[in-house]
C-alpha cells in the first residue's frame, strides 16, 4: 500500500514538473519598476493603440501595408563558447518551426475542423510573415562577414543579459537558462531597437535531435515555446488574463474572439474538455499553456492585434541584414507541389553548390543533400515513403536561403 502512494505521489510531481511556466509576467514587473523602461514599455504601447485603430477601422482588418513582413532574425547562445555545425541548424530549424506556426502551415491546425464547433465565432488566424536569419551587414565586432547567418556562441547577451545594444534592430532570440523551471520570457511588446530578446530555456529550443547541452525535450520539444513567447513579444497576453465581465477590448486579453479564461491549461485536454468563466477554454491556442503537441493556432483577432503591433516597431528593423539576391530566390522551381512523393527541384541557371534540407511539421529532418561542382539544372527528389503532409524545404548556398511549403498527398 505504501509503495502504491508512493508512485501516485511520484506521478503527481512528474505532472506539476511537466507545467509550462512562462516568464514573462515577472519580466513585466521588472520593467514596470524602472522608470526608464516603464516609459519606454508605455510609449510602445500609445503607438500600438494607433496602429490597431487604424487596422479595425479598415475592412480588411490583416491587410498590411507591406504585403508578406519579412524579420531579421539573430539567434544567441551565450553558453556555447565554441561554434558548431549542429547549434547552426538547431537555430534555422526553430526559425523554420516559426514560419510554419506563424503562418497556419503546420499540419496540426486540421485539427481545428473537428474542434470548431466548440467554439462559435473563434476563426483561425496568421501572418503573412517570413522570419530570416539575417545573414548581411553584421554589427562590427562579431567576427560575421557577409554570407554567414547571424548565430552567436559566447560573445552577446552574456550574463543575463536581456538587451544588447550590438544587436540592435533584429529579432532576437537567445538560447539559455530562463530561470528556474522556466520555459522562457519575452517583454509583453518587445523593442527591436533597444536589441531586446526572446529567452528560450535549453530544453525548449527547436525540435528533434538538437545537440549536445541542447536537446528539445518532451513534452515542449516541437518549438513552440517560441511561438508561444513571440506572441508576447508581438503584444499578446495570454488566453488565461482574466474573464471579461463588461468589455473583452480592456479585460482579460484584450482580444474579442478568444474566449475568457482566469487559469492557465496545462497538459493535453480534449476540445471543448475544459471550462473557464462559464465558457468552453480555447486550450489549443498557442498563448495558452498546454503541451506542445496540443496547441496549434492564433486566432484571427490574435494575429490582426500582432499585426498592429508589428506595424508600430516595423521601423524598428534593420532593413540591410538580409540578401536581396533575387537571382538566388527566383531561379528555384518545384514541380510538381502538390506532388505524390517525387517531384524535382529545377533552376533556371546552375548554381555550383547549394544544399537542400526537408523538415515534417514536428522540425525532424527527413532528407538533407548537398551538391557540390553542380552542373544540372533539374534534381529529383523521391519522398514516397513519407506520409502525406505538409513538409518545408529549405534551399540553401553562400548564406541565401529560400524556405518553401511542400506538399505530398
Known amino acids: ?59 480588411n482588418r490583416l491587410a498590411s501595408p507591406n504585403a508578406t513582413i519579412i524579420i531579421p532574425v539573430a539567434v544567441h547562445f551565450p553558453d556555447a563558447t565554441t561554434p558548431t555545425t549542429c547549434l547552426r541548424a538547431l537555430a534555422q530549424n526553430q526559425v523554420d518551426l516559426l514560419n510554419l506556426d506563424y503562418n497556419g502551415l503546420n499540419s496540426d491546425i486540421s485539427q481545428w475542423t473537428s474542434a470548431r464547433s466548440f467554439y462559435p465565432n473563434v476563426n483561425t488566424g496568421s501572418l503573412d510573415v517570413r522570419f530570416v536569419l539575417a545573414n548581411q551587414n553584421h554589427p562590427a565586432g562579431t567576427g560575421l562577414v557577409n554570407g554567414d547567418l547571424a548565430v552567436t556562441f559566447g560573445t552577446d547577451f552574456l550574463g543575463g543579459a536581456d538587451a544588447d545594444s550590438t544587436w540592435s534592430g533584429y529579432l532576437n532570440l537567445v538560447c539559455r537558462n530562463a530561470g528556474s523551471g522556466i520555459l522562457g520570457y519575452s517583454p509583453l511588446g518587445g523593442s527591436p531597437s533597444n536589441g531586446q530578446t526572446v529567452v528560450i530555456s535549453l530544453s525548449s529550443f527547436g525540435s528533434g535531435a538538437g545537440c549536445t547541452g541542447y536537446v528539445p525535450r518532451s513534452p515542449y520539444h516541437l518549438g513552440r515555446t517560441l511561438t508561444h513567447e513571440l506572441g508576447h513579444f508581438f503584444n499578446l497576453d495570454h488566453t488565461f488574463a482574466g474573464c471579461t465581465n463588461t468589455s473583452c477590448t480592456t479585460q482579460g486579453d484584450k482580444v474579442c474572439d478568444t474566449p475568457p479564461s482566469n487559469a492557465s491549461v496545462g497538459g493535453c485536454p480534449a476540445a471543448g474538455g475544459t471550462t473557464k468563466c462559464s465558457v468552453k477554454t480555447l486550450t489549443m491556442n498557442y498563448m495558452d499553456y498546454t503541451n506542445d503537441a496540443c496547441m496549434y493556432m492564433f486566432t484571427a483577432g490574435q494575429a490582426s492585434r500582432m499585426l498592429a503591433y508589428y ?49 515534417d511539421t514536428t522540425g525532424r529532418i527527413i532528407f538533407e543533400k548537398e551538391f557540390v561542382n553542380n552542373s544540372e539544372l533539374n534534381q529529383r527528389i523521391s519522398l514516397n515513403d513519407n506520409m502525406k503532409g505538409i513538409y518545408l524545404i529549405s534551399i540553401r548556398s553562400q548564406g541565401d536561403c529560400l524556405t518553401k511549403k511542400i506538399i505530398i498527398d
Do not use: H, W
Request: hydrophobic share 40%.
Open 1 to 59: 500500500m505504501k509503495l502504491k502512494l508512493l508512485f501516485a505521489l511520484l506521478i503527481v510531481q512528474l505532472g506539476y514538473s511537466q507545467q509550462r511556466t512562462c516568464g514573462m509576467e515577472q519580466k513585466m514587473e521588472r520593467i514596470m519598476n524602472d522608470p526608464i523602461a516603464k516609459q519606454n514599455y508605455l510609449n510602445l504601447q500609445a503607438n500600438f493603440e494607433i496602429e490597431l485603430a487604424k487596422l479595425e477601422n479598415n475592412s
Open 311 to 359: 506595424n508600430s516597431i516595423s521601423s524598428q528593423f534593420l532593413t540591410n541584414v538580409l540578401s536581396t539576391n533575387s537571382f538566388f530566390v527566383n531561379n528555384f522551381s518545384i514541380v510538381p507541389n502538390p506532388s505524390k512523393g517525387i517531384f524535382d527541384i529545377q533552376l533556371k541557371s546552375v548554381l555550383d553548390d547549394y544544399s537542400i534540407v526537408i523538415y
